[in-house]
């Protein structure tokens, strides 16, 4: 895909050699774009789109984590762990440490559920505990865990964190 850039804006140019990929990544980029606008999260849903499409096309499963500042600003969005179609191993240590690098004062957790059934398992809720826990200690508040399928399912929202 080429894409062609302007100090004023970023404008992508379709080609006859543009793939399925090419166009996704477009999209997330466009969504993105407005997420980043939106300026704050207030609510944990606003990012559903976003991350519907960073994670819901993936045929395996990642882990990643929208930082945000103290007025829940959008510092970054990491893509941390790689996983395989029904499984990836996550670190609190090593979510911690990417928290400190961003300096993060909260965060929305978010992985895909390769299948669709984005209902969330004995195994989310697991480490959901483990990494507020974790998170708590150095004063990061996590406000949600999307887990994204077909649709997509916020934790918090069913009450499970």
Request: with cysteine.
């Amino acid at each position: 895909m080429k894409v062609v850039r302007s100090l004023a804006y970023t404008r992508y140019k379709l080609t006859d050699d543009t793939t399925e990929q090419d166009v996704l990544a477009a999209a997330e980029g466009i969504l993105k774009g407005r997420l980043e606008r939106q300026g704050s999260i207030g609510n944990p849903a606003d990012a559903n789109d976003f991350l519907r499409m960073r994670l819901g096309a993936l045929a395996h499963e990642e882990f990643h984590v929208l930082w945000l500042d103290n007025r829940h600003r959008i510092i970054d969005c990491q893509k941390l762990f790689t996983g395989t179609v029904d499984g990836a191993s996550v670190y609190p240590r090593e979510v911690v440490r990417a928290a400190l690098s961003v300096n993060a004062c909260a965060a929305i957790l978010a992985h895909n559920h390769p299948s669709g059934v984005a209902e969330p398992s004995a195994a989310d809720r697991a480490i959901t505990s483990e990494l507020c826990d974790a998170l708590r200690l150095i004063g990061v508040r996590i406000l949600d865990h999307i887990v994204v399928g077909a649709e997509c399912v916020s934790m918090a929202g069913r009450g499970l964190m």
